[in-house]
């Protein structure tokens, strides 16, 4: 079936340190892929997106690639801020069948940043 | 105002009762969707709605029901509210196939 499996946290960086939080994926056909990030006390909200192989999604410093060769969506960012703090989500949509658009989620990456 | 709008925000109460939990958007979508998170999880779908004349089962759609009040509508009903379904429940919506809007949750305890 259609699954997103991303590094279980949490993860503890210091300021500035390089973050990378893995997610792949398995699905039929060829998937959107999304990082969703959600702030404490909040809902999910869309940090960026790839609709086709190699496209590069980017926002607020953070980046992905879609591979497919490798079936992954990376997120990335050079130098995170205590701001980052919070959970991460890899999910994808599927553009065919009856539940078109519907979002499959990974179990979520908390990411703690201390000064 | 925020353009996704649960209501409310937190509810506790006993195994056995009726709870609905409400969503209403600003935004005009035509989508709307109904998800609980769980420690460990991530976000589930419980049902989703292509608009108004149009819902279907999630993920884990047993012991829930909903209702699509009209376009801007969508809630969320436990007919007899058990311990397990204890979560934090979010409701989005989307225009098509575009990227989901979320409301900021409800966090559901039920003793």
């Known amino acids: 079936g259609n699954s997103v499996t991303q590094m279980e946290g949490p993860v503890t960086l210091s300021e500035e340190a390089f973050l990378t939080i893995n997610c792949t994926y398995t699905?039929?056909?060829?998937?959107?892929l999304f990082w969703y990030v959600q702030y404490p006390g909040e809902g999910l909200q869309l940090l960026l997106k790839?609709?086709?192989?190699?496209d590069k999604g980017s926002n607020k410093g953070f980046e992905a690639t879609y591979r497919k060769e490798t079936t992954s969506f990376h997120l990335e960012k050079g130098s995170v801020q205590v701001s980052d703090s919070a959970v991460y989500f890899c999910?994808?949509?599927?553009?065919?069948?009856?539940?078109?658009?519907?979002?499959?989620f990974g179990k979520g990456t908390k990411l703690s940043v201390k000064p | 105002d925020a353009d996704v709008t649960q209501t409310p925000r937190n509810r506790i109460t006993k195994t056995g009762k009726r709870i609905m939990l409400e969503c209403s958007q600003t935004?005009?979508?035509?989508?709307m969707y109904w998800y609980r998170q769980d420690p460990g999880l991530g976000l589930r779908l419980i049902y989703y709605?292509?608009?108004?004349?149009?819902?279907n089962k999630g993920e884990i759609s047993d012991g829930y029901s909903v209702s699509r009040q009209a376009q801007a509508k969508f809630s969320l009903s436990l007919e007899s509210a058990i311990p397990n379904q204890t979560a934090l429940y979010f409701c989005?919506?989307?225009?098509?196939?575009?990227?989901?809007?979320f409301g900021d949750g409800t966090r559901l305890s039920i003793l």
């Open positions: 699905a039929t056909g060829y998937p959107s």
């Open positions: 790839a609709t086709k192989a190699d």
């Open positions: 989005a919506t989307s225009e098509g196939n575009q990227p989901q809007h």
């Open positions: 935004k005009g979508h035509d989508r």
């Open positions: 709605s292509f608009d108004v004349k149009d819902i």
């Open positions: 999910a994808l949509t599927l553009p065919y069948g009856g539940s078109q658009g519907n979002l499959i």
